[in-house]
C-alpha cells in the first residue's frame, strides 16, 4: 500500500499527532485519555450505546509490546519523509503508543495508541458523543472493522487534525491520530487522511 497515492500527494512531509499538540516533537494526551475513564463494563454487555460490533476481533498484545512497529519504517517515510524520530511510550495515560515526529518540521507526526486502560472498546466513545467529544463522525468501515473520528474540539480546519478510533474488539480501540503538515492546513481533509492510515494499520495488524 503505497500511501502518498492513497493521500493524494507526493512524498513529504504530510501528518502531526491529531487532537493532541506538539512542542519540541512530543506529544501531549490525546482524547483517548478522556474515552477511557470510567469503570468497565462486563464483555457481555459491549457494545452499547449505538456503538457497532467487532465481529472478528484482532489480537494486538505483540504490538502493545512493540507499539512502535504498527508502521513500518518505510511506510512512516512515505508519510513524514526519511528524517523521522519514533518515541515509544509503554506506560502512557491511556495504553502503550508511538508517537513518529520529523526532526526538521514543527508540525509534522504520527501517533498510534493502544487503549489498554479501560477496555470498553467503541462504546466508551459512543457514550461520550456531543459531551466530552463534540466532534464525532462515524467513519466508513475498514474491511468490516468500525471507525469513528472524534475530538475534544473540531481541530479540522483551524489545525488540521484528526483521529479515528479503530474498533478492534468489543472491548478494543486503536487511536490512530494526525495532524497536516503547514502547507496542507485547509488543503486536505485530516479526517480521511487518519482513515488512510488507520487501514495502514490495520492491514498491517492482520498481516502478523
Request: aromatic share 4%; with cysteine; hydrophobic share 35%.
Amino acid at each position: 500500500m503505497k500511501l502518498p497515492a492513497l493521500l493524494g500527494i507526493g512524498t513529504v512531509v504530510l501528518l502531526a499527532t491529531a487532537c493532541t499538540t506538539t512542542e519540541n516533537g512530543t506529544a501531549t494526551p490525546s482524547p483517548m485519555s478522556s474515552a477511557t475513564s470510567g469503570p468497565s463494563e462486563p464483555a457481555s454487555q459491549l457494545p452499547g450505546a449505538g456503538a457497532p460490533a467487532v465481529t472478528s476481533p484482532i489480537d494486538t498484545a505483540q504490538f502493545q509490546q512493540k507499539p512502535c512497529t504498527t508502521l513500518t519504517d518505510g511506510q512512516i517515510a512515505e508519510l513524514l519523509g526519511p528524517d523521522v524520530e519514533p518515541k515509544e511510550e509503554l506506560t502512557g495515560e491511556a495504553g502503550p503508543s508511538c508517537f513518529w515526529h520529523p526532526r526538521s518540521v514543527t508540525q509534522a507526526a504520527v501517533s498510534v495508541i493502544y487503549a489498554t486502560k479501560n477496555r470498553r472498546g467503541l462504546t466508551s466513545i459512543y457514550q461520550q458523543q456531543g459531551t466530552m467529544f463534540p466532534l464525532f463522525i462515524p467513519m466508513e468501515p475498514i474491511e468490516g472493522y468500525p471507525t469513528v473520528a472524534y475530538g475534544q474540539a473540531d481541530l479540522r480546519t483551524s489545525n488540521g487534525k484528526c483521529a479515528i478510533a479503530l474498533g478492534t474488539s468489543n472491548q478494543d480501540i486503536i487511536d490512530v491520530s494526525v495532524t497536516l503538515s503547514e502547507g496542507n492546513i485547509g488543503k486536505k481533509d485530516p479526517c480521511a487522511a487518519a482513515h488512510e492510515v488507520t487501514a495502514t494499520v490495520l492491514n498491517n495488524l492482520r498481516a502478523r
